[in-house]
């Protein structure tokens, strides 16, 4: 049985049962957003009675916010491999830093908007921005080899501006290896924006070494609380995309006819700063870059395989994979439960065995659909702060429910069960 990795905030949290005494819950759904270290509380603690003003005012107070909101932003720029000259935008999560980076796309050779290639399995972030563009949708290949050279076809068919790839699919946890990814699409001219929701908080990914242009994340699943993410990357497009909100701040000079806007990151980050946000996302990336990324990876390879190995086995159930030659998957695993409604199994552990997994289509409908789940899937996830307990607990929830269902009486309304 694995210990955590990291200390995380409510690992304590006891939580009800149905026709069963109170059990230590077991959060397997840290894809969805992961518990905030406790380090992290504890930096928020610190710095709460300190914040004031950003950027506009000259108190102590003020200088004190500016400062740790600044420092911030060079950390979590650090954190995923800036280059010297990348701009790191705080943002509220992945979805707000892709729709940013979609209002700067450029036109394309040809004067007309810049096109846009995604995958069909992209999170609905990573899809319905540049849909509201120019934007082509390929079908990936079953396997990580025949997806590079379907890119890499598709980019040599059309001109493209931008690929829009995820860094590490939110249904299955796998990847694409990076640097070809970026390779490929470099060699025919297009940029490249990772969506990192997935991978950041679960391996060192830097803009650097993969070469890619941008990528985008979120704090609240990189063990910090809600409010704060990021889009990290070349300046050139952000600095002439139009700026994503309208406000002050990310201003120069305001005339009655004419204004004069900010460069990035000040030029996409009008309305006052979040910087509670920021520094609770910086204390999340200082507390992941002292861990031995080696250590971390196989803390979770064990979990992940032991899920995958545990849930293969029970009759019906049946794991999901896109790529199965992937490397080096996170852990995220998606399955179904041959004959049973996902939400209900989802309450089933919840109500009986206090374990929490997400259910649905997880935001990436047209996958799911392809898949042929239509009616969904159920995920467990698992991080920094799971224990192998929590793993064991949901193989041997689901045995019994395979086996013998359940006595209990309960309803689930809006994906949460009643006695
Ligand atoms: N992309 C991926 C791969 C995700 O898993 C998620 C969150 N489920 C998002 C984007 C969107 O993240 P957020 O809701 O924090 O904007």
Same mark, same amino acid.
């Given at each position: 049985h694995l210990d955590p990795v990291l200390p995380v905030t409510g690992a304590e949290t006891l939580v009800p049962r149905v026709g069963a005494a109170p059990i230590r819950y077991a959060n397997l759904d840290v894809a969805a957003s992961a518990p905030a270290l406790a380090s992290v509380a504890e930096r928020v603690a610190e710095v709460l009675p300190l914040y004031a003003s950003v950027h506009r005012g000259a108190g102590y107070l003020s200088q004190v916010s500016t400062a740790l909101y600044e420092a911030s932003r060079r950390t979590i720029g650090d954190f995923v491999g800036a280059r010297p000259d990348d701009v790191t935008v705080v943002t509220r999560n992945t979805t707000d830093s892709l729709n940013l980076l979609a209002g700067c796309v450029p036109a394309g050779p040809d004067g007309l908007p810049g096109r846009v290639l995604v995958l069909d399995l992209e999170h609905h972030a990573n899809l319905l921005p540049w849909q509201r563009g120019s934007a082509t949708v390929l079908t990936a290949a079953p396997t990580v080899s025949g997806t590079l050279a379907a890119l890499r076809a598709e980019l040599a068919r059309t001109p493209y501006v931008l690929l829009a790839v995820t %860094?590490?699919?939110? &249904?299955?946890?796998e990847s694409l290896p990076l640097a070809d990814v970026v390779k490929i699409a470099h060699d025919a001219g297009a940029r490249v924006v990772l969506d990192g929701a997935q991978l950041v908080p679960h391996r060192r990914v830097s803009l650097a070494r993969s070469g890619a242009d941008w990528i985008a994340f979120s704090g609240h699943k990189t063990y910090a609380p809600f409010g704060a993410g990021a889009l990290v990357g070349r300046r050139d497009w952000l600095d002439s995309g139009t700026p994503y909100l309208a406000g002050g701040? !990310?201003?120069?000079q305001v005339g009655l006819d004419e204004t004069r806007w900010q460069s990035a990151p000040a030029r996409h980050e009008a309305?006052?700063?979040n910087v509670i946000g920021a520094v609770a996302l910086a204390a999340a990336c200082d507390a992941l870059a002292a861990v031995d990324p080696a250590e971390l990876a196989e803390h979770e390879a064990v979990l992940r395989r032991r899920l995958v190995d545990g849930l293969s086995a029970i009759e019906g159930v049946e794991v999901v994979s896109l790529?199965? @030659? %992937?490397? @080096?998957?996170?852990?995220v695993v998606t399955f179904a439960v041959e004959g049973h409604d996902p939400g209900f199994v989802a309450a089933y552990l919840s109500a009986e065995h206090g374990i929490g997994v997400r259910d649905g289509r997880f935001c990436a409908h047209p996958l799911l659909s392809r898949l042929g789940l239509t009616g969904g899937a159920i995920r467990a996830s698992v991080g &920094?702060?799971? !224990?192998g307990e929590e793993v064991e607990r949901l193989i041997r929830a689901l045995e019994t429910f395979v086996a013998q269902g359940t006595q209990v009486e309960y309803t689930v309304v809006d994906g949460c069960w009643t006695v």
């Open positions: %860094a590490a699919s939110n &249904v299955t946890g701040g !990310a201003v120069r309305g006052s700063p790529w199965p @030659d %992937a490397e @080096d998957p996170v852990g &920094v702060g799971t !224990a």
